[in-house]
């Protein structure tokens, strides 16, 4: 029974900061380590994230459908060819690539030395940092009428930087887009379509490792942990797409400063181990 009422703590964790760009993978370490319950692990991670992509699947349906029907057409009728759904169908392939490759390339080290605490305080730190010049100097002159090949590319990029835990993959990708030039709503869109592939490919990968015991869970939390969070995370795209339209991303940026701060001082300390 404990660790179902967990799964549904860390379900609601997972959906509120999945999309929100202050890192999901860096909650679902440090609260539970907080909490004195240890690190959940790397596949139980991955697993309920497919409860928030699911959330993405079910609010994006009708762009998904248009941009997957429009590219399959591209690939045998020429006049779909130059299509802006077509075209967003190869971005969204080639920015995925980069995550892909490197997640499966460098799966033992993420799942091991990147989950310190060191490492997921400094990032949170940094990378929220990097968020806040990003939104500060980016013009907000382009749309997703104007991603670009070269863009698509660096934005997927980015993204390969969410393998370390406290960097937020939203968090990443919001960053190039705004250096880039691209209005905030258009740069978090793209960011969630962006994301889908990398996170449902991962996610799927690790489903083998939950029944031998790569995680502390088991199955049935987990399946909990991942229906909670899709639940929550459809309302948090919701919310964060209004938001962005007529906000900045400050307070996230001083969330993340103020907790990566906190890791580390409780890990300096002592309080909680590095891991």
Known sequence: MVDFLKAVVLGTLQGLTEFLPIS??????????LFGWGDPGAAFTAVIQIGTELAVLLYFRHDIWRIASTWLRSLVQA?????????LGWFIIVGSLPIVL???????????????LWIIGTTLVVLGLVLG???RVGSTGKTTRSL??????????????????????????????R???????????????????AVVGAGLFELK???????????????????????????VIAWLLRWVTTRTYTPFVVYRVLLGGAVLVLVSTGVLAAG
């Open 102 to 116: 490197l997640g499966i390339a460098l799966k033992d080290v993420i799942e091991q030395d990147f989950r310190s």
């Open 148 to 177: 670009t090949f070269r863009d698509a590319v660096l934005m997927g990029l980015a993204q390969a930087a969410a393998l370390v835990p406290g960097v937020s993959r939203s968090g990443a990708t919001l960053s190039m887009g």
């Open 24 to 33: 999901s993978s860096a909650h679902l370490r440090i609260y539970p380590e």
């Open 179 to 197: 250096f880039l030039g691209y209005e905030r709503e258009a740069a978090t869109r793209y960011a969630f379509l962006l994301a889908i592939p």
């Open 209 to 235: 490792e939950i029944p031998r015991g790569e995680n502390t869970y088991g199955w049935g939390p987990t399946i909990l942990a991942t229906v909670v969070s899709f639940v929550v995370g459809y309302a």
């Open 133 to 135: 010049l990003a939104d």
């Open 79 to 87: 006049e779909y060819r130059g299509h802006i759904d077509a075209r």
